[in-house]
């Protein structure tokens, strides 16, 4: 049986760490797509140079030719420009959304059979754009945020409580930009909720409750934090964890719960717009979109969320 293909669109600092990823999973043979040359040619014979020492048999190419992701199983696309300190996601929007429709276009001639994770910034906006130009079926056009933000809120509660990060349950809902919404009352070790916890390490219901709020508002801002401090960039080695985590879930139809970003259709009150949500990925690309009640003030921080991915995607007269 022939081995999956997972095709990268832009080989910059998430491309990189995708390809190397993916080959030490052995998820199937890798293209890498950049279109400054010798790049991304450059980065895949440097990772399969490693393949003896690491023990991987997948093939991992570079190319600056679309004909060559033609077969993938996945796409994963990170092309397009990251933030400068100070910048916000959505000020990338007018460069990006450029980049995003000739990456587009390239997948739906290329690979028309194809599953799409977009990591690409404007997240939301770069995802609802893919899926129109490609016109593809929307359980196989996603967007990565939600896997990361959720991580993200994950690691600040095991740090918190000095616990492993396997036992911390936690999601963050919404929009991949200031707005999103890491859920509180969900949050969890091994189902013992956080605030329980954090009560009995403080002592009091009011010191518990503003921990937690410094958490929630360090995972709001936590891409921007690694922004400033690297000084040039963004974010790049858990995005590419991320992702590799939702394409595993779909490639090895492990049917995993990631909070990912998809298309609603009525689901949490929001429709025709992509956010990020709690789906089943299988070999059938989003296979469930879960839906669970939200009480007031969560679904009140929802449709805030939603609101601001509204306006963005908007801009972009579609
Ligand atoms: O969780 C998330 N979704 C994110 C998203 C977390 C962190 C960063 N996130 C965003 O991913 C970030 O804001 C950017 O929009 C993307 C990619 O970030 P990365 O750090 O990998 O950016 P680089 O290193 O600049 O790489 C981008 C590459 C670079 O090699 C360009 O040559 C290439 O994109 N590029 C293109 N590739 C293909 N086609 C076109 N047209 C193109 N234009 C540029």
Redesign the pocket.
């Known amino acids: 049986m022939a081995r999956p293909k997972i095709a990268l669109?832009?080989?910059?600092?998430?491309?990189g760490v995708l390809a190397q990823l993916c080959a030490l999973r052995e998820l199937g043979d890798v293209v890498l797509?950049?279109?400054?040359e010798g790049?991304p040619q450059g980065k895949t014979l440097d990772i399969a140079e490693a393949a003896p020492v690491d023990g991987f048999d997948v093939s991992v190419t570079g190319t600056n030719d679309y004909k060559d992701i033609a077969g993938a199983n996945v796409v994963i696309v990170?092309?397009?420009?990251?933030?400068k300190p100070g910048m916000s996601?959505d000020d990338?929007i007018g460069v990006?959304s450029k980049?995003m429709t000739?990456?587009a276009e390239g997948i739906r001639d290329n690979a028309p059979d194809a599953f799409v994770i977009i990591?690409?910034?404007p997240?939301d906006a770069m995802v609802t754009l893919c899926q129109k130009v490609t016109g593809f079926p929307s359980e196989r056009v996603m967007?990565?945020?939600g896997v990361?933000d959720s991580a993200r809120f994950q690691a600040f509660i095991a740090w918190e409580l000095g616990v492993s990060v396997k036992d911390v349950n936690a999601m963050t809902l919404g929009g991949?930009g200031d707005t999103m919404v890491p859920l509180v009352r969900y949050a969890s070790v091994n189902g013992i909720p956080v605030l329980e916890l954090l009560e009995q390490k403080y002592g009091s219901a009011e010191k518990a409750s503003e921990v937690m709020t410094a958490m929630v508002e360090r995972t709001k801002a936590a891409?921007g934090e690694v922004v400033k401090l690297l000084g040039n960039?963004?974010?790049?080695y858990s995005?590419a964890s991320?992702a590799v985590a939702m394409a595993e879930s779909i490639l090895r139809d492990q049917k995993r719960v990631l909070p990912t970003c998809a298309l609603l259709n009525g689901e949490f009150g929001i429709d025709g717009f992509y956010v990020g949500v709690p789906c089943v990925l299988g070999s059938a690309g989003i296979e469930k979109i879960i839906e669970f009640k939200l009480d007031a003030t969560e679904q009140a921080l929802m449709d805030n969320s939603v609101a601001a991915v509204k306006e963005l995607v908007g801009s972009m007269n579609l």
């Not at 797509?33 to 400054?36: K, L, Q, R």
């Not at 960039?233 to 790049?236: M, Q, R």
Request: no cysteine.
């Open positions: 669109i832009g080989g910059g600092q998430i491309g797509f950049d279109i400054v790049m990170t092309a397009g420009l990251p933030r996601r990338l990006n980049i000739s990456v990591i690409s910034n997240l967007g990565q945020a990361l991949h891409g960039g963004s974010a790049f995005p991320s």
